[in-house]
Every structure is written in C-alpha cells, then in structure tokens.
C-alpha cells in the first residue's frame, strides 16, 4: 500500500539524508507514524537511484529481529547485510529493543560509510546513554500524531473523504486493576450502541457512521499495546456536512472559520458571547439548567442570589482557615457545576430540579410547591407499592 506522505517532517529531514556525520533520531509518542516516515524516507531514496543493497533496514518490533537484544547481536545484523561498497543507509526500527544500542550505532557512524536514521520513544532515546555518547553528533526529528490538516488530507489521499467530523482517538472504555509483581488478569471492556455514535445535526438524533473502526487498548493514548478493527454496518443517515457549506474545515483551513461556518457545524446558533441580562443595570438574568452556581449571584429570585452567598462564603471560610483544599474542591465541584449537574448528582429528579429554577427565577412558592410535589410523589411510590404488598389496598 502506498504511504501518505507527511511533508512537513520530511522536509526537515531531507537535507540530512546523505550526512554521514550525524545521526537521524526520529522520536515521537507510540503509533505516532515513526516508522511510517521512515518507509518514506526510504522510497524517496530509491526514487533518486538509491540501489535496494545500499538499504539496510531492521524492524525490532517485527518477528524476524524480535530475539535481537543484545549490542553483539545487532552488530552482527547490519554486518550481514553490509555487503554494497560505499555509503550504505542504515534504518533501525524501536531501536531501544536493543540493550547498549548507543555504543552500535556510534561506531557504525565512526566508519564513515553509513548514513544512520533510528527511531525510538522519547523515554527512551533521549535520556542517560545517547545524550552522552551522542552529544552533537545527532538530529533529533520529534513526531506527532495527525494534526487536523494532515487527517483530512490523508483521508482524501486513500480515497475516503471525511463524512463526519470525529477525532482520530475516542476513548470509549477504561479499566483500573490493581496488579501484584508478577501477577496477570484478564480485563474485560464492553461496546454498547453508544459506542460508536456520533449526533447528525442533520437528523438531529443520534447515529453511527458506516465503515471500520480501528481499535487501540493501551495504557494510556500514548501508550498502545494492542490493535484490532471492527466493522459497523452503521443507520444510514445522511451526511451532516459538505464541501460547500463548510470549505474551511474541509479544506484542513480551521484558522479561516467563520461564524456562520461554525454555526452550520453546531448545527444551531453560536452561543452568546456574554450574559443574557434582563435589565438595564446588568444584575439580572434567566437562570436555566445550563447556567453554573457562579451564575446563580445575578438569578432574579432571591433563592438564587442567597444559595450562590452562602456558597461564596463557604469558600472565603475555607480559604481564610487554611482549609484550601476543601476551598477549591467547593470551587471545582459546586461553583462552576451548572445546574442540571448540581441536581443530578445531589440525587434529585427532573420535576425537583425544574421547582429549583423556578424558584431560582424570582417565583419563589410556585417553585417550591412544584419542588415539594415531585419529592412527594417520589415518595409516594414506594409508599404505594410497600401498602399493596402488605395489602392494605
């Protein structure tokens, strides 16, 4: 398959290819395309009459050099395959495999004959050993994973343009397991149908996009062990998005989005800018769900205003007593929690949070009535169900 070409690295690069003196360390986070380049790198090479014998090339990752962990043995490897007169390439593939890799590569660089390209993590390659041995006799080329441009581009370069906007990573599950030395568990992480949905502003419902879906399981996001794909037969929905309603974002241009661009892509109204005050003075306005605690100091009830004080004053009580932990898991956790959150995680229902705002909106008993009500007939319920159970109805 034919690789895309990531132009900005090899343009850095190029000038480099046929430095015998120093050598090329490409550094970058896992599956960051590391070697990917390097493959560029070579079939650039070949393209200026490079000959296949002058190509000397070990993946340490790969079965065939897998067993390859000693100096000695890496050595041995690249004698091997030494056989071209001349200046020989030499691209060595997670070079950190290798165990004293720094004391090889430098005497390989010493020869004179080898134009040296490696790749590694940056944990790895750019601390203790080879920034001492190597001191000024290296390049470091640091990769990162596809910006926003480049995924656009490369998409259209396989022939599959963009459908719909997503990030290149989602993490869509997570466990936490404790392990002992030595010690192995199985770890188990269920998809479900919100797995792979995404919200067509078109449909305005929830979808899933046809195609293939890469898989990683790592660590971290930088830190991939494992890979697989699975194939989604998808809704079927309409594509959100074109070419020419949102040129900018297609094109990879971000910078040059405009509004009306960007509210096509919302799929409603940008959001205003600043507060929606209801008087002339700028103290007042409507308290909705998505309106924080911290918003709470201009409701237009007085409930509001005195919940937001007393939260206030929790947090200069805090601060002043040198409880600042205590202040700023308030600050974190309540003030700039909206509303909707402060309920749902208070353990209230829907019907309890809408008397809130209502109360918080300046109608103080006709919100508490319907707050009292909804706590009522949560009540109720239990009630009801425990009275038929003993029947007493």
């Not at 080879?130 to 000024?136: W, Y």
């Not at 998409?155 to 002992?180: I, M, Q």
């Not at 062990?225 to 074109?242: E, K, M, N, Q, V």
Request: hydrophobic share 35%; charged share 25%; proline share 3%.
């Amino acid at each position: 398959m034919e690789l895309y070409v990531r132009e900005k690295y090899l343009k850095k690069m190029r000038g480099f290819y046929h430095d015998t003196e120093v050598i090329k360390v490409i550094t970058g986070v896992r599956r960051c395309g590391k070697s990917c380049l390097m493959k560029t790198v070579m079939d650039e090479l070949r393209r200026k009459g490079i000959s296949e014998e002058h190509l000397i090339s070990f993946d340490l990752d790969s079965l065939q050099y897998r067993k390859a962990k000693t100096a000695d043995r890496l050595e041995e490897l690249i004698l091997s395959q030494s056989h071209a007169e001349g200046v020989k390439y030499l691209f060595i593939d997670e070079i950190q495999n290798v165990a004293g890799f720094e004391e090889v590569v430098n005497a390989f660089r010493e020869d004179g004959n080898y134009s040296i390209f490696i790749t590694g993590s940056n944990s790895y390659l750019l601390s203790g050993e080879l920034v001492t041995k190597l001191t000024g006799r290296y390049i470091e080329f640091e990769m990162f994973p596809l910006t926003f441009d480049e995924y656009l581009d490369m998409k259209a370069f396989y022939g599959k343009p963009v459908k719909v906007f997503r990030p290149v990573h989602e993490l869509k599950g997570f466990a936490k397991v404790f392990l002992r030395a030595g010690e192995a568990r199985s770890v188990r992480i269920d998809f479900d149908d919100k797995s792979f949905r995404y919200f067509n502003v078109l449909t305005g419902r929830w979808e899933e996009e046809a195609g293939e879906y890469r898989l990683c399981i790592g660590a971290s996001s930088r830190d991939i062990r494992l890979t697989g794909s699975i194939s989604r037969a998808g809704t079927g929905a309409p594509s959100p998005y074109s070419p020419t309603i949102l040129p900018s974002y297609y094109s990879g241009k971000t910078a040059n989005v405009g509004d009306r661009e960007f509210a096509t892509l919302l799929g409603h109204a940008i959001p205003q800018e600043e507060y929606a005050f209801t008087n002339k003075r700028k103290t007042r306005m409507v308290i909705h769900e998505n309106c924080t605690v911290a918003d709470l100091r201009y409701a237009r009830g007085w409930a509001g205003r005195a919940f937001s004080g007393i939260i206030s004053f929790a947090v200069s009580f805090c601060k002043t007593f040198g409880m600042r932990t205590k202040a700023n898991t308030l600050i974190m956790g309540v003030v700039h929690q909206p509303v909707r959150g402060l309920a749902k995680y208070g353990g209230m229902t829907r019907r309890q949070m809408e008397g809130l705002l209502v109360m918080f909106n300046g109608k103080f008993f006709r919100g508490l009535n319907r707050f009292l009500t909804a706590c009522s007939s949560l009540f109720s319920r239990p009630m009801t169900r425990l009275s038929r159970w003993c029947g007493w109805s």
